[in-house]
């Protein structure tokens, strides 16, 4: 089920995204929904990264090592 939100844009952010819609010749609401939902992947990609960083267990690969390990 969708649920209804209200949010107040900047006039810059309303250009930004009336000038995408017209391009796409899609909806606001379908435009700002895969903004979301990508904004939530990464942030999710981001904080398993932040998690790995921080754990002392775990052994962080330099790009010279990571290339010869892993062939790149």
């Known amino acids: 089920m969708a649920a ?6 900047t006039d810059e952010l ?3 995204l009336e000038a995408t819609s017209k391009r ?4 606001k609401s379908f ?3 895969s903004a ?3 904004y939530f992947a990464e942030y999710a990609d981001y904080q398993i990264a932040l ?5 002392k267990d775990d052994a962080i690969l330099s ?3 990571f290339r010869s390990d892993y062939g790149g």
């Open 63 to 65: 790009a010279a090592e």
């Open 51 to 55: 998690d790995r960083l921080n754990d």
């Open 31 to 33: 435009i700002i929904k």
């Open 4 to 9: 209804p939100l209200s949010i107040r844009l």
């Open 14 to 16: 309303e250009a930004a």
């Open 24 to 27: 796409l010749h899609r909806p």
């Open 36 to 38: 979301l939902e990508q």
